[in-house]
Nanobody, 125 residues
């Protein structure tokens, strides 16, 4: 059983930056692909980014490509989401998730086995 805990959320002005962390415990972190999702009020949870086991491959939603960077430190059992040039529409609860699957369905919630509780990101205009 893998436990995931996010941190780093907060309130930031448009154009600003935040770095989210996802600390994992209870399993071998390097066995898992790590994904980031977000859910805004009144909207469905959506895929943001994912990173493979070694950190050599990443994948992003079009809405964040070029602004967000996903990374991981397997020695510290932690994944990161660096968010730059934030926009008000990035406001959401951000969650990390873990899966053993890497493939075309990586953007689907259903392939992820473990989820964190989430951290709130609010971008003011």
């Amino acid at each position: 059983q893998v436990q995931l805990v996010e941190s780093g959320g907060g309130l930031v002005q448009a154009g600003g930056s935040l770095r989210l962390s996802c600390a994992a415990s209870g399993g071998r972190f390097s066995n898992y692909i790590m994904g980031w999702f977000r859910q805004a009020p009144g909207k469905e949870r959506e895929f943001v980014a994912a990173i493979d086991r070694s950190g050599s491959s990443t994948y992003y939603a079009d809405s964040v490509k070029g602004r967000f960077t996903v990374s991981r430190d397997n020695a510290k059992n932690t994944a990161f989401l660096q968010m730059n040039s934030l926009k008000p529409e990035d406001t959401a609860v951000y969650c990390c998730a873990a899966t053993r699957f890497w493939g075309p369905q990586l953007t689907s919630l259903t392939v992820y086995d473990y989820w964190g509780q989430g951290t709130q990101v609010t971008v003011s205009s």
